[in-house]
């Protein structure tokens, strides 16, 4: 009896060095040698701040081009520069700082939600009222 409970016991450890996932991991114990082995499963949260992206807009005004635009820097560093009102023709730059905002923001969610780069059309402008 005691050959095949270290049979079972050597088996377990071999599968718990076998686990496919980094996160999961089961830990084999005994209470008493005449037990039975018990398994007891351990979760580890691993948290990867080093992926966080962080996302802030800002509106400005430049030479040459009447009305406002909008940065979107990505970690502190610029990632997109919208000098002008995306998807409309021409060169014309939002009426106020906070038309482009909104539309900075809604670039963002885009972004947060897989579309990069977050392309933005007359109809999503318009649903958001920044258009006027």
Known sequence: MKKNTSG???FSLLLVGCTPSPIEKEN????????TVQHEQVLEVVEDTSTVNVYHAETFTTEGIPGWGYRIMLN???YINQPHIPAVQGNKGF???VFAKKTADFAIL???QGFSPPTLTVE??????VLK
Do not use: A, H
Not at 28 to 35: A, E, F, K
Not at 124 to 129: I, K, P, Q, R
């Open 8 to 10: 079972f016991i050597i």
């Open 28 to 35: 084999v114990y005994m209470t008493d040698p005449n037990d």
């Open 76 to 78: 502190g560093e610029l």
């Open 95 to 97: 009426s106020n700082p």
């Open 110 to 112: 885009k972004i947060q």
């Open 124 to 129: 999503e402008l318009d649903s958001l009222g």
